[in-house]
RNA sequence: GAGCCGUUAGCUCAGAAGGUAGAGCACCUGCCUUUUAAGCAGGGGGUCGGUGGUUCGAUCCCACCACGGCUCACCA
């Protein structure tokens, strides 16, 4: 919307109209005295007295309704806390009246009067006098649909955020969220700590890496897609618990359930095994749930989800077996499960042997069905290239997945800690990444270093943020409790009509 | 990356056999000193996402492109 909207056009022509008369339209600091919240006592309970009582208030904040009734006018005006209504008469501001009416939705002021009660019975600030914070230059959405189209929201988050009531709520939700995290770690004697974002090497996770490069150093770095490797570094280090919430970056394709990049919370415990995870990842959903709703149901997109503890559990090759009706093991030829695969009508990839053919089958079959929270446990270990075996089985890992509302929320295993091992399993994935697997993991040989100082045993989880806030704020995309999530740039055109110039 | 759907006024949305478009809100003018989706009367505003094609004529049909959404694929 360039400068010929009409719109646009008369808020200009009254900017430069408001600098005429020597006034500035883009105020400065403003004496507040009062934010809305803090009317909140008063609003239905006090006394004509008690208002007349508070004596003179002044509150800052965006207009977002104006109502003219020729020699009065109302508005609304908008905090951070909440919302009250100022009322204007002519007798009372005399010549700044004219001023008044000719203030914009959207526009910053600041007002200074006596709160009464309005006919209706709505706290109101009688305006004595006013100043121009920031003037409004765009008209806003409507008030009454808010602003809806998709590609606005994302791009223009602050003009939805604006408008768009529950929106300021979802990342409220986040935000006590991720604090509730901390909160309960930080109880359980775990230290918060930060690990390179930029990595020569990325590793902890399988997964397609961002490139970028370091002039003065002259090296390719890559954004990282886990901290694994460098938290464990730090329980080598002696830091027995530690824990890390940040962006991790996956060069993937988008969807309701992937965003290029995430949050996630990683978290390490010495002397703890998987078991021990699953109890403590209860506990802290149970947390989040109390801190945040106040109850462990919750209602994800028409569905309830009861985190009640203790969860389901179901071994990774229980839930395959009865998906296919038939038991199946991590030895089971690839030939036969395939056929059974295909007589419950499931095409897999024939290329997919092994943990690939494992993993396809899971995600088809079982994960779509777990709607209630359940640990799945026991991997392939092929899987699980970071992961401990089990004793009595090695071709599992002692590892277990998270998952509530048919979606992935954590992942966690008993670490590796013989570092001969972990090189063998590093030397496996390499033979898959020369057969092309690119999300196979790196070899990292400071990583094998620090476990040859000796790791204790271990136990470490992963928690996509980002899928939690969307389970608790029910929202269907993730892309909904991302402030910003990535979009193709603007096109030119599309640019112009934004008014990227100025 | 593939398939399907979408893009009309600042916002939310209608619309037509193909004959250059409409509503509500917002905006402007007038009236209005307790309104609140204020009201009443009048008015302005559109390269119908872009580029080509078919046609006497395209916003509508066709092709390509851009952006977005959903589903699939990959991952968490």
Redesign the pocket.
């Known amino acids: 919307?360039s400068d010929d909207?009409?719109?646009i056009r008369?808020r200009l022509a009254k900017l430069r109209a408001l600098r005429e008369r020597g006034i500035d339209p883009f105020g400065s600091r403003y004496p507040v005295t009062h934010w809305v919240r803090d009317f909140e006592r008063l609003r239905d309970r006090a006394t004509e007295e008690e208002l007349r009582n508070l004596g003179t208030v002044s509150v800052a904040g965006r207009i977002m309704?104006?109502?003219?009734?020729?020699?009065?006018c109302?508005a609304?005006l908008r905090d951070y806390t909440g919302q009250i209504?100022l009322?204007a008469?002519?007798?009372q501001l005399a010549d700044d009246y004219a001023l008044f009416t000719e203030l914009?939705?959207g526009d910053f002021i600041g007002a200074t009067g006596e709160l009464?009660?309005?006919?209706?019975?709505?706290l109101?600030v009688?305006v004595k006098s006013f100043a121009f914070l920031a003037k409004s230059l765009?008209?806003?959405?409507?008030?009454?649909?808010?602003?809806?189209?998709?590609?606005?929201r994302?791009r223009q988050r602050y003009v939805d955020l604006l408008v768009n009531q529950g929106v300021r709520e979802v990342f409220t939700l986040k935000s006590r969220l991720i604090k509730a995290v901390r909160e309960f770690l930080d109880a359980r004697g775990f230290l918060e700590v930060e690990t390179p974002m930029m990595q020569p090497i990325p590793g902890g996770?399988?997964?397609?890496p961002f490139v970028t490069h370091h002039n003065a150093l002259g090296t390719d770095l890559y954004l990282r897609v886990a901290p694994e490797l460098y938290l464990k570094r730090l329980v080598v280090g002696g830091l027995d618990r530690v824990y890390e919430i940040n962006r991790?970056f996956?060069n993937?394709?988008?969807?309701?359930?992937?965003?290029?990049?995430?949050t996630m919370l990683e978290f390490y415990q010495a002397y703890a095994d998987a078991g021990d995870l699953m109890e403590l990842t209860e506990a802290l959903l149970l947390h989040l749930a109390q801190s945040l709703t106040g109850s462990p149901r919750l209602t994800y997109q028409g569905e309830s989800v009861d985190l009640s503890p203790p969860w389901r559990r179901l071994s990774f090759f229980q839930g395959l077996s009865e998906a296919l009706g038939a038991p199946v093991a991590p030895d089971a030829d690839p030939g036969s499960v395939q056929r059974l695969a295909r007589a419950k009508g499931i095409e897999v990839?024939s290329e997919a042997i092994g943990g690939?053919l494992w993993?396809?089958l899971f995600?088809?079959l079982v994960e779509p069905t777990l709607a209630e929270p359940t640990f799945v446990f026991d991997f392939p270990l092929e899987l699980s290239p970071l992961s401990k075996r089990r004793r009595e089985n090695p071709r599992l890992a002692d590892r277990f997945?998270l998952f509530a509302a048919r979606?992935?929320?954590a992942?966690a295993y008993t670490e590796l800690n013989d570092p001969h091992e972990q090189r063998e399993r590093f030397r496996e994935q390499a033979t898959q990444r020369e057969r092309g697997d690119d999300?196979a993991h790196w070899l990292d040989e400071d990583f094998i270093r620090a476990l040859e100082y000796g790791m204790p045993p271990t136990a470490g989880e992963?928690i996509?943020i980002?899928?939690l806030v969307m389970l608790f704020a029910d929202q269907?995309?993730?892309?909904d409790v991302i402030l910003f999530?990535a979009?193709?740039?603007?096109?030119q055109?599309?640019g112009a009509g934004n008014g990227e110039e100025r």
């Open positions: 919307m909207n009409e719109l008369r309704a104006l109502r003219h009734h020729g020699k009065t109302f609304h209504q009322y008469r002519a007798d914009d939705v009464f009660r309005t006919r209706t019975g709505e109101t009688a765009r008209p806003l959405p409507e008030k009454w649909h808010g602003l809806k189209d998709v590609e606005t994302y996770a399988a997964a397609r991790n996956r993937e394709g988008v969807s309701t359930q992937h965003h290029p990049e995430f990839d690939q993993k396809e995600e088809t997945e979606t992935e929320l992942n999300e992963g996509g980002d899928r269907p995309s993730i892309r999530p979009l193709r740039p603007e096109s055109a599309a």
